[in-house]
């Protein structure tokens, strides 16, 4: 497949270090050396469906396709207000689709591996033109009095319109299964046969081992995945890595010994914001049109699960 459009919506409250500072034991002091980040973009008045709806109709817009064009619509969600329809049911709506909605809950990496459902049906002959919006609000998953991960996330969605083509070149999906190193629990309805005990956890994460886990394999699915497709480091223009956190970007860049000109950041205006932030960056840089045609764009991303991929992409 091919990249024709993308979008992004981010929301209008913007809450800076010092505001947290207001109400949390932290600083733009102990935040911008360990994380990059400078401000996030937090849902205030706004629901989250509408960003994605946002986000899709301008990826839309720049394909030049419609909703009716769309043979399958593919949505990147961790947590939002719907238990069920699936959130790329609600979106579909605000947008008129008709075809297949699916949602799927790969945390941070998940434009990477919508992108892989895409390609595969398309290989498989059965679309020819998917929607993708990666739509997250991790800012709702957090304990809000906990410091240790209330300052690292933003919320946003990113959207992305694939058609017939032959530039993906490569994709690659891990997982090191590890559900207690970054995960939160909700309460369901209770039954009048419950008798276990159950208990609503905000967000827990293991930020060290996170760090370290981010970092390898990153670095990891890169290298090997150039190398399966014959392809070296002198050939990529960009690396699209997950905007998690400068620290992790600036370890994945040594490692890897690439330029800072290769690595676009929006991390100090955004913060994590799960699976929206590969597309959300995909989308700011190509509407400043830092691409041309040719170019050769590494996406890697990781997250919960733990689950990392990593995607070539010809522009
Ligand atoms: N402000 C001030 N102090 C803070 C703080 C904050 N926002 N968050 C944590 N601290 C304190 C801790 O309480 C601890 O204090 P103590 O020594 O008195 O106990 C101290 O800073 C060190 O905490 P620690 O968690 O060891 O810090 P760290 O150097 O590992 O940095 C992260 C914390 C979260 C920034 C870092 O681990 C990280 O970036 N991890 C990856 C997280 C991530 O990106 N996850 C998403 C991947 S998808």
Redesign the pocket.
């Known amino acids: 497949m091919k990249i024709i459009g993308t979008g992004s919506a981010i929301p209008s409250k913007v809450v800076t270090n010092d505001m947290l500072s207001e109400f949390?034991?932290?600083?733009d002091e102990?935040?911008v050396p360990?994380?990059g980040i400078k401000s996030r973009h937090v849902i205030s008045s706004e629901e989250l469906e509408d960003l994605g709806i946002e986000a899709c109709r301008k990826a839309l817009d720049m394909s030049g396709l419609g909703p009716q064009d769309i043979d399958y619509f593919i949505c990147s969600n961790v947590v939002n207000e719907y238990a069920t329809p699936g959130l790329s049911c609600v979106i579909g709506a605000g947008l008129g689709l008709q075809c297949p909605c699916i949602d799927i809950n790969c945390?941070?990496p998940g434009f990477i591996y919508a992108m892989d459902i895409a390609e595969a049906q398309y290989r498989a002959g059965r679309v020819k033109n998917v929607l993708i919006v990666c739509c997250e609000e991790p800012t709702r998953m957090c304990d809000w009095t906990d410091?240790?991960?209330s300052?690292?996330f933003g919320d946003g969605a990113g959207a992305a319109v694939l058609t017939a083509g032959d530039n993906i070149k490569g994709i690659s999906l891990h997982c090191e299964p590890a559900p207690d190193k970054?995960w939160q629990k909700r309460l369901m309805q209770p039954t009048p046969y419950i008798t276990k005990e159950e208990h609503e956890t905000p967000l827990q994460?293991k930020?060290?081992e996170?760090?370290k886990f981010?970092v390898n394999a990153s670095t990891r699915d890169v290298e090997a995945l150039l190398k399966s497709v014959g392809m070296s480091k002198e050939d990529v223009s960009f690396y699209m890595v997950?905007q998690?956190?400068a620290?992790?970007i600036d370890a994945i860049k040594q490692y890897l010994e690439e330029p800072d000109g290769k690595f676009p950041s929006n991390i100090a205006d955004h913060g994590?914001s799960?699976s929206a932030s590969c597309p959300i960056l995909l989308d700011e840089c190509n509407r400043k049109g830092l691409f041309k045609k040719g170019d050769i764009l590494v996406f890697s991303a990781?997250?919960?699960g733990l689950l990392s991929g990593a995607a070539i992409v010809e522009w």
Not at 24 to 27: A, I, N, R, V, Y
């Open positions: 949390l034991d932290t600083s102990w935040i360990r994380t945390a941070c410091r240790s991960t300052v690292l970054i994460m930020g060290r996170v760090f981010a997950h998690a956190n620290r992790i994590n799960s990781f997250g919960a």
